[in-house]
C-alpha cells in the first residue's frame, strides 16, 4: 500500500466524521523509547493528526473497533475515534525495536454538547466530563426544572449513559398557606292556621246553654297562639302558628405546611371516627374514616421564584342528619365534603383563589283544606304556607413562599407568654393563668419572641 493510497483513506475517514482535515489538531509524541506515553484523548467519530519526533516503520493498534489508524507520512499518524474505549497504539522503528506505545482514549464529542448548554442554559453554571462511554454533569444550576432540561440534552449525546452531579442552589423550600373561607345563612319562614269546632252537648238534658266563654294562650316561644270563645254547647278553637328561623355559620381554616421542592407534604387537623365493616367470611370490623381540614401538596421550583404546585385539599365535616342504618341500632353518619384538587403555577408570595362556590337553595310549600283554603283573606285560616331558603359562599385561597430556616431563638408560640397560676392567684384571685412575664421573651434576644402581643394574634412570623 502506496503513500496517495493511505492519503485516500485517511480523506474518506475524515469524510465520514464530518471533520475536515484543517479542523483537526496535531499534537507532537515526545518520543522516549521503552516508555509509555501520556493518554491520548480522541472524541468520538473525530479524527487526531499525531506528528513524532522520529521517523517510524511500522505501527499497530490493540482494539481497531475503538480507533481506526492511517500513515499520512514516516512522521504523521491519522486516529479517527469509532467507539468509546481505551487501546494502545505501538511504534516500531526500522530496526523492528518499540519506539513508545500510546495509550488512545476514544471519549464522546463534548465539545458540541458544551456548545449547546452554554446556548440554551446559559445563566447555569454546569460542568460537563465524561467518563468512559458515558458523560457526568456536575456543578450548581438554579431550579429542578434547569436539571431535568440538562439531562434530557445530554440523553441526546450518550444515550443511558448520563450521570447526574449537580447539585439545586438557591432557596428550595416552598411554605404553603391555604385559607378556607366558608359563609352559611339559612332562612326558614312558616304561616299556618287551624280551626276547630265542638258541637252541642248532647248530656245537657235541653238545659239552656250557659253564657259565653273565651280563652287566649300564647306562646311566643313557639311562636304559636291559640283562641278558644264559645258556649256550654258550642265551642270555637282557633290556633295561628308563625314561625320564623334564621341562622348563619361561619367556617375559617388556615393550615400552613412546609415542604421541601419535589417532595409531598400531608397535613391533617380533625379526627377519625369509627365504621363497622363486614368481610366476606361475616366477621365484623372496624374501619376509621378521617373528616377534619386534610392538605396534600407537591411544591416544585421551577425557576428562581416560581413554584409550580399540585394540590389536594378537603374540608370535612360529620353530618348527622343524613345516617346509615347498619342493623342492631347501630348508625353510620355521612360526611359533608368541600374538597379541591389541582395543578397551579405562581410566584414567590402571590395567591390564587383555587376554588369557590356560591349556593343558593330555596322551596316553598303550600297545604290548605279544599275549596275553603281559596276563599280570600278568610282563606288564610284554612292553609299552612312554608319558605325556605339556604345560602353558602365558599372560597379557598393558596398563598406560596420561599422560604429558609431560621435560628429557633427567632420563633415564638402561643405557650410562650402563658404559664400555669400559683395557689394565689387560683384560689384568691380566681385566675386561671398566671400573670404575664416578658422573661423568656428577653432571654432570647430582641426576635419575635421579644414582642409584645396585646389581643388578639396569630403564629404569622413577619
Known amino acids: 500500500m502506496n503513500f496517495r493510497t493511505i492519503l485516500r483513506a485517511?480523506?474518506?475517514?475524515?469524510?465520514?466524521?464530518g471533520s475536515p482535515v484543517a479542523d483537526a489538531y496535531a499534537q507532537t509524541l515526545q518520543i522516549s523509547q521503552g516508555r509509555t506515553q501520556t493518554a491520548l484523548r480522541v472524541p468520538l467519530n473525530r479524527a487526531i493528526v499525531l506528528e513524532s519526533d522520529v521517523p517510524f516503520a511500522e505501527l499497530s493498534v490493540a482494539n481497531p473497533l475503538i480507533a481506526d489508524i492511517a500513515t499520512l507520512s514516516e512522521r504523521t499518524v491519522y486516529v479517527l475515534g469509532k467507539l468509546p474505549g481505551r487501546t494502545t497504539l505501538t511504534l516500531l522503528?526500522?530496526?523492528g525495536r518499540l519506539i513508545t506505545n500510546v495509550e488512545v482514549q476514544v471519549t464522546p464529542d463534548i465539545a458540541e454538547f458544551k456548545e449547546r448548554l452554554r446556548e440554551l442554559l446559559p445563566r447555569e453554571r454546569i460542568e460537563v466530563r465524561t467518563a468512559n462511554d458515558g458523560i457526568v454533569l456536575s456543578g450548581t444550576v438554579s431550579s429542578v426544572q434547569k436539571v431535568d432540561q440538562?439531562?434530557?440534552?445530554?440523553?441526546?449525546?450518550?444515550?443511558g449513559r448520563t450521570l447526574n452531579l449537580m447539585n439545586v442552589g438557591g432557596t428550595q423550600q416552598v411554605q404553603l398557606k391555604v385559607r378556607f373561607a366558608e359563609m352559611s345563612r339559612n332562612l326558614g319562614k312558616q304561616l299556618s292556621a287551624s280551626v276547630g269546632i265542638s258541637g252541642t252537648d248532647l248530656n245537657a238534658g235541653g238545659q239552656p246553654a250557659g253564657g259565653f266563654t273565651g280563652n287566649t294562650s300564647l306562646d311566643s316561644n313557639a311562636g304559636t297562639m291559640q283562641l278558644s270563645f264559645g258556649t256550654n254547647s258550642l265551642g270555637f278553637n282557633v290556633l295561628l302558628e308563625a314561625l320564623e328561623t334564621q341562622g348563619a355559620v361561619r367556617t375559617l381554616s388556615e393550615p400552613n405546611l412546609t415542604a421541601l421542592s419535589g417532595q409531598t407534604a400531608s397535613f391533617l387537623a380533625g379526627g377519625e371516627f369509627p365504621i363497622p365493616t363486614i368481610d366476606d367470611d361475616g366477621n365484623v370490623g372496624v374501619e376509621f374514616?378521617?373528616?377534619?381540614?386534610?392538605?396534600?401538596?407537591?411544591?416544585?421550583?421551577?425557576?428562581?421564584?416560581?413554584?409550580?404546585?399540585?394540590?389536594?385539599?378537603?374540608?370535612?365535616?360529620?353530618?348527622f342528619s343524613e345516617t346509615v342504618a347498619l342493623g342492631n341500632g347501630a348508625e353510620v353518619p355521612a360526611?359533608?365534603?368541600?374538597?379541591?384538587?389541582?395543578?397551579?403555577e405562581l410566584r414567590d408570595g402571590q395567591s390564587f383563589a383555587i376554588a369557590g362556590i356560591l349556593q343558593d337553595d330555596f322551596s316553598d310549600s303550600k297545604t290548605q283544606v279544599p275549596f275553603l283554603g281559596d276563599i280570600p283573606i278568610l282563606g288564610a285560616l284554612f292553609r299552612s304556607a312554608r319558605y325556605q331558603r339556604n345560602q353558602t359562599e365558599l372560597v379557598i385561597i393558596v398563598t406560596a413562599h420561599l422560604v429558609q430556616p431560621t435560628s429557633g431563638a427567632t420563633l415564638a408560640v402561643p405557650t410562650d407568654r402563658i404559664r400555669p397560676p400559683t395557689e394565689n392567684e387560683l384560689f384568691l384571685y380566681g385566675r386561671v393563668t398566671g400573670s404575664q412575664t416578658n422573661t423568656n421573651a428577653s432571654s432570647r434576644g430582641n426576635g419575635a419572641a421579644a414582642q409584645d402581643f396585646s389581643g388578639n394574634y396569630g403564629y404569622v412570623l413577619e
Open 150 to 159: 440538562a439531562m434530557e440534552i445530554a440523553e441526546r449525546y450518550a444515550p
Open 10 to 17: 485517511a480523506m474518506l475517514g475524515v469524510l465520514i466524521s
Open 93 to 95: 522503528g526500522a530496526d
Open 289 to 319: 374514616k378521617p373528616f377534619g381540614v386534610t392538605l396534600d401538596f407537591t411544591p416544585t421550583v421551577v425557576d428562581s421564584d416560581i413554584i409550580n404546585l399540585v394540590l389536594n385539599t378537603e374540608v370535612s365535616s360529620v353530618d
Open 335 to 344: 360526611l359533608s365534603n368541600r374538597r379541591a384538587s389541582t395543578t397551579v
